[in-house]
């Protein structure tokens, strides 16, 4: 019978993943008993980047180069050799002729495996072909790479692989290295703006006693020289207000946010926020400021305002829509809240073959009801949607013109939640009773309902000024700049489960 699958002819045998470590371990061993060992290598001090000889080629044609980077090919081509060297900006090919590094160098970089780290000196040239490379003289192992690259080194897809691995993940694949870079931009044009509006920024606790700021279930963990429990902090927002009282008046922080709370594609355990906060403006202030700042960073990082997500496109350009929660439910659903009292509400809405669950049926909380199930998914353009009722609303101020709405707002992008804000609460006779309100529903079970914060209403109590804040999921805003459908796609080491 034939033998099924032969191996082609000149072609080596593949080895295993283990057989690769132990033939490279083989090779470092070599090394280290002839003298070399590439890990006692301390410095390499090179002269350019790959980026610099592409871009400027013309300037760059017959000079002298030192580069340094992780070697990605390697073509055995008799007397001259090709290989292919990537560094932190990009991609070039290396000529090696032995004639030029001579006899023994050439014999060494025969052995040297896909993956290696190196450092080389050449002359910049075009080959025949057309492609810019450089002619290698001189050419320094400087770190064994003891494991292959995955997949016959021409790329990892394996999601679960490539969040566990990051850093390999990096290696072979670039465009996820573009975006992290972007993701850097993005975050660093927010400070940019944030600085030429004259905001402050500033650093507030991780740790806290009481979790506040936000309906979210907070991560728990013991200080053994207190003594007591203390919580990750899942927003900023009440450290931040505290300075505004204190005469600040305009201070941003961007840090990491912890919620105990599910994964999926749009949720991580921990995650980045920038929150904001200006005295003597109100919740369309900071509308303003919101839609100046997204605007700024994607005619900064992307050059245009323009952007496709999942196959749509994204207008961020000036004039994001503006409409109230009673306007959006009244659109989508058909049921005018501004038409009905409370009474009236419960029965619309149960008439519409809407679930009530038991404790949420006021007014407010039926409106909230109704907006999530019929209104999100449909804000696919960047809308403001505004005036959301106080039952959901405790630490942003009632409008003076209807008590049972508040002057919040939340911004919507693709049917996702891009970031919330109010013309904040500084009363501090109604901050208490909206406190005492979310302990009567955190002691009927609710553990996402706030705590009694007494520091925060004695702060109050000397005199918090009109004040608008706003908070912006920033790794949300990057998937969206970066067309990345899950939020692990821009965090470089997301929450993985153990694999033990």
């Not at 090919?73 to 004639?99: E, P």
């Not at 975006?179 to 944030?194: D, G, P, Q």
């Amino acid at each position: 019978m034939a033998e099924q699958n032969p191996q082609p002819k000149n072609q080596k045998p593949v080895r295993s993943e283990s057989e690769e470590y132990a033939v490279r371990s083989q090779k470092l061993e070599g090394l280290r008993e002839a003298g070399a060992d590439p890990f006692e290598q301390v410095r390499y001090d090179r002269t350019n980047y790959t980026t610099d000889i592409i871009e400027n080629y013309d300037e760059m044609e017959g000079k002298i180069v030192r580069l340094a980077g992780r070697m990605m090919s390697k073509r055995i081509m008799g007397k001259m050799s090709f290989s292919d060297m990537t560094d932190r900006y990009g991609r070039i090919q290396l000529v090696i002729r032995r004639d030029v590094l001579g006899v023994e160098e050439y014999k060494a970089y025969k052995k040297l495996d896909i993956g290696d780290i190196i450092g080389i000196e050449g002359e910049v040239f075009r080959t025949q072909k057309g492609e810019i490379s450089v002619r290698v003289s001189e050419l320094v192992l400087l770190s064994k790479s003891l494991r292959p690259l995955p997949e016959k080194w021409h790329g990892l897809t394996n999601t679960d692989i490539r969040y566990r691995q990051r850093y390999v993940d990096l290696i072979v694949n670039p465009e996820v290295r573009k975006t992290f870079e972007n993701r850097s931009k993005i975050v660093r044009e927010i400070r940019n703006f944030m600085d030429s509006r004259g905001f402050m920024e500033v650093e507030t606790p991780c740790l806290n006693t009481i979790p506040g700021g936000a309906a979210a279930r907070p991560f728990v963990t013991h200080h053994n020289a207190l003594d007591i429990d203390m919580y990750m902090r899942i927003a900023t927002e009440l450290h931040l207000k505290r300075l505004i009282v204190g005469g600040l008046e305009k201070v941003y922080e961007i840090g990491r946010i912890f919620r105990n709370e599910g994964m999926d594609t749009k949720h991580n355990p921990e995650f980045t926020t920038i929150e904001l906060y200006q005295a003597y403006t109100d919740y369309h202030g900071m509308m303003d400021i919101t839609e100046d700042m997204v605007i700024h960073c994607c005619e900064k990082v992307l050059g245009t305002t323009k952007v496709t997500y999942e196959g749509t496109e994204l207008d961020f350009s000036k004039g994001w829509r503006r409409m109230t929660m009673a306007e959006a439910v009244k659109e989508y659903s058909g049921l005018d809240f501004m038409a009905m009292d409370g009474e009236q509400a419960l029965e619309a809405v149960k008439a519409a073959g809407f679930e009530v669950e038991k404790g949420k049926e006021s007014w407010g909380d039926l409106m909230a009801m109704v907006y999530d199930e019929t209104v999100e998914a449909n804000l696919i353009q960047p809308t403001f949607i505004m005036d959301y009722p106080v039952e959901i609303s405790p630490l942003a101020k009632r409008k003076p013109s209807d008590p049972r709405l508040t002057e919040r707002f939340e911004c919507f992008v693709y049917g996702r939640e891009l970031c919330n804000a109010f013309s904040e609460l500084n009363d501090p006779v109604d901050q208490r009773q909206r406190f005492e309100r979310q302990v009567e529903l955190r002691n009927a079970g609710d553990d996402e309902a706030n705590m009694m914060d007494q520091d925060y209403l004695n702060a109050m109590e000397y005199g918090l000024p009109p004040t608008g804040g706003m908070g912006m999921g920033i790794d949300r805003l990057v998937m969206f700049l970066t067309n990345c459908s899950s939020v692990r796609d821009v965090l470089l080491f997301p929450t993985m489960k153990p694999l033990d």
